[in-house]
């Protein structure tokens, strides 16, 4: 079952969401929202692009891979961009994304090796 095969990449993707989603919030609620504007946008880009990736992987898509490249890559602009802010809901978003993005990578390149061993 794909949802099985791939678990701990979509649990990873569905906690970066989560966090995302939390940081651009708690992001709004700061004093000076205007030095946070690319923070949010990132944590909000971050948010739907690793939920597309949760459902895509829990569906057998065969577009796994290259979403999970995409949710990668912005997996690690989000968390460079939080990591420039001192606030603790930012700090543990870049934590979260950088988690994410790992476990990303690694079920890209395993996708990746499997669909060419298949291969004829």
Do not use: W, Y
């Not at 099985?4 to 989603?21: D, G, L, R, S, V």
């Not at 700061?30 to 690793?50: A, N, Q």
């Not at 459902?55 to 690690?76: D, H, K, N, P, W």
């Amino acid at each position: 079952m794909p949802h099985e095969k791939h678990i701990e990449c979509i649990e990873a993707c569905n906690h970066c969401a989560n966090e995302c989603t939390h940081c651009a919030t708690a992001c709004l609620r700061e004093d000076d929202v205007k030095v946070l504007v690319r923070c949010i946008e990132l944590d909000r880009d971050c948010s739907v692009i690793c939920r597309t990736a949760s459902l895509l992987m829990s569906a057998g898509s065969q577009f796994v891979a290259e979403i999970c490249r995409l949710c990668a890559e912005a997996c690690r602009a989000c968390a460079e961009e939080c990591r420039k802010h001192d606030m603790e809901h930012c700090q543990h978003c870049a934590d979260v994304c950088e988690h994410c993005a790992v476990e990303c990578e690694k079920l890209a390149a395993f996708t990746l090796n499997e669909s060419l061993v298949k291969s004829p």
